[in-house]
Structure formats: C-alpha cells, structure tokens
C-alpha cells in the first residue's frame, strides 16, 4: 500500500497486493463505493450546469451502490445476463465474427493493412448486450461515443473546456437514455414494473452501455494485441494443446480493461497492518493485482493454465463482482477461437494507444498488415 496524491491534490491509499484487493472488495460495509464513479477531476461549475439542464443524475444503481437497493437492481440486471441466456448467443455471435474475419482475411492477403479494433471488436459488446436486455435502436457508433465520452469524463484528468465538451456530449445522450427508461422494453420495462424510479432505471442503462460493453471491446483489442506477440500461444490455440478459455483468463489476468477501482473507508479500519481512516479514498489496482507473485508463478509471462491464473481480480470481487462477467468471458473465447489464426504472420502497424485515464484503458485504432 501506497499514500498518493493526485493531479488536483486529493490523496489516495493505493492498494496492490492481490490478497488486500480482495478483502477491500468483499467488505462492503467497511469500505464503501459510494465513489465508485465520482468524477476524477472535479467538475466545474460550467459542466455542471450543462449536465443539469439535460437532467443528468447517476443515483446509486450498481457499481456506486452499497444500499439497501442494490440486490434486488443487480439480481434484475443478471436474470438479464443469465449464463442460459448468454449461452445461447454464441451461435449467433460465431457467426457474425466469422464473417468479419473473412473479410479481413481477405484484405489481408491482399495486402491491405486492417484495423482489428475498428472493423472486429469495437460494436461485438455492444451487438450482443442489446440482444439481451432489449436497447433501443440507437446508432452504434452514437452509442460508442457517449461510453468514451463518459470514460473520460468521469475517470480522467482533463481541462475545463474539455469537460465542457464531454458534459454536452454525455448529456446529450442521457437525455435519450431517459426517454427509453420510460417506455422501452426488456431490462428498462423489468425495471419498472419493480417500482425502482426512472432515475435508477436510467442510472442502471447508462453503467451497462458506458462499463456494460465498453471494457468488453477494449479487452478484445488488448487480447489480441498481445496474442499478436505471442506466436506459442497460438501454436497452442491451433494444435489443441492450449485451451481457449485459459487464453482467455490469462488475457485478464495481464491485459485487463479496467486496471483501478476505487472504494472509500466508511469506519476506521486497518488494512494489512495500515491505518486507514473513515473517509480514506482507496484505489485498488486490479492490474497490479493479477501479477502478484503469491498468486501466480509466473506473473508477468503469458502462460495459459498457469496455476493461480483465474484468480484474477478484472471482474473485482463480492457483492460488485462484474455482473457481465460470462458475457465477457463468452465474447473473448468467440474472437479468440475465430480470429487467432489471423494474427499468424502479420505484423503491427499500429499499436492501440491509450489516453490518460485512472481505470479503463480504452485502446484506439489496432492496425496489422501482412508483409
């Protein structure tokens, strides 16, 4: 554990051992999240009043709920992600990912570089979630920018013009979402008939679109990113001596979306043998986390299998524990399965690049082209 001051002058207890993560994040009570999604850089008067007049308002809902609310909002959201239902896209969802990678296999042999984010991972999220809890037909690329735009509002240092320009965007979007929570169907109508108000059902909407699908896409860029560096592992993936699936909690475990998460003390509490007093604002690095030695043997090699490997933190733990996490999981074994066999020969022109942000690493453009 670490004392840290931030880039306005909060300070932060940052915590990193795999064992001390999860006890904070299996003690509710103790330690809070109640700031799970405060804004990082403190937003101005300006910005909020332009989140004001579009009526923006995140209750607590799901990630910032330590009420009395929280099991019966989050067992409404999960029946929406049952892993039956789930299961049952992979059809589906194999489908569609083969006829990407046809067609980026096309370009390749053609010579023509190709964008792994953009033309495989970015929308798969976002195609399968609306499928399951029923969204509205909004355009894809709209809802994309509004989750980046909420990322970076929210979780990363930025200037007051740039607030301004997040808050309308974000804004924008909510005023949209709120018209859904009224009247849509699926997740929004279940919601509802609960008697949870239209703020909680919009709060609940706009965690799923932002963290629902958002980290998903970024994590399907990151993995195969680093597959592409990784020519054993995918020898492994095409003679049947490495499993799909350990790939995919390996990739976790090295390569997660969300690296921080934050809780506050709500008492005086000690943590591994530390002080921390009632108010204390703790970041938790879930990355840090997956490569703790007295987890893993080996923390920083990518070893499908490896004992310790699925004792990973990226989907957190306890009563918050990421309700999407079979979904995820689901999506990331479809592209690996499917589009491995792409990244053979292929070099990086490209890389993702990833802006300053405390918790979500929101990789851009990932561009590979045959030689």
């Known amino acids: 554990m670490a004392t840290v001051v931030d880039h306005v002058g909060v300070v932060h207890l940052v915590v990193t051992r795999h064992a001390l993560v999860r006890q904070v994040l299996a003690d509710p009570v103790?330690?809070?999240?109640?700031?799970?999604?405060?804004?990082?850089?403190p937003l101005p008067v300006a910005a909020l009043r332009v989140l004001a007049e579009h009526r923006f308002r995140l209750p607590p809902t799901l990630a910032n709920n330590g009420g009395a609310s929280h099991p019966e909002i989050r067992g409404i959201v999960a029946d929406a992600l049952h892993p039956t239902r789930v299961a049952a896209q992979r059809p589906w969802l194999t489908g569609l990912v083969r006829e990407r990678v046809v067609r980026l296999r096309a370009a390749l042999d053609g010579g023509v570089p190709v964008d792994l984010y953009a033309d495989l991972a970015a929308d798969l999220p976002l195609l399968v979630l609306a499928r399951l809890v029923e969204l509205p037909d909004a355009p894809v690329g709209a809802v994309k920018e509004f989750a980046r735009a909420a990322l970076e509002l929210f979780w990363a240092p930025l200037d007051e013009a740039r607030q301004l320009a997040l808050a309308a965007e974000v804004g924008r979007f909510h005023t949209v979402l709120r018209g859904f929570a009224?009247?849509?169907?699926?997740?929004?109508?279940?919601l509802r008939a609960a008697g949870h108000p239209p703020d909680?059902?919009?709060?609940?909407?706009?965690?799923?679109?932002?963290?629902?699908?958002?980290?998903?896409s970024q994590f399907l860029t990151l993995l195969l990113h680093r597959l592409t560096g990784e020519p054993a592992v995918r020898a492994g993936l095409?003679?049947?001596?490495?499993?799909?699936?350990d790939v995919v909690e390996e990739g976790l475990r090295l390569e997660p979306p969300i690296v921080t998460w934050r809780r506050v003390a709500a008492v005086d509490a000690t943590l591994g043998g530390t002080t921390v007093p009632a108010g204390t604002g703790m970041v938790l690095w879930l990355a840090r986390a997956g490569r703790d030695p007295d987890v893993v043997p080996a923390p920083d090699?990518?070893?499908?299998?490896?004992?310790?490997?699925?004792?990973?933190?990226?989907f957190g733990a306890g009563a918050h524990r990421c309700v999407g996490a079979q979904l995820a999981r689901l999506e990331a074994a479809v592209v690996v399965a499917e589009a491995a066999p792409l990244l053979d020969g292929v070099r990086v022109v490209r890389p993702p690049w990833y802006p300053d942000n405390l918790t979500f690493r929101m990789?851009?453009?990932f561009v590979v082209a045959r030689p």
């Open 238 to 245: 095409r003679d049947g001596s490495v499993a799909v699936a």
């Open 30 to 41: 103790t330690f809070r999240p109640d700031n799970a999604l405060d804004a990082v850089t």
């Open 363 to 365: 990789p851009d453009a």
């Open 182 to 190: 009224a009247t849509g169907g699926g997740l929004a109508a279940r």
């Open 200 to 216: 909680v059902v919009v709060g609940a909407l706009f965690f799923l679109l932002v963290a629902g699908q958002e980290t998903t």
């Open 301 to 314: 090699e990518f070893r499908p299998g490896q004992r310790g490997s699925r004792r990973h933190l990226a």
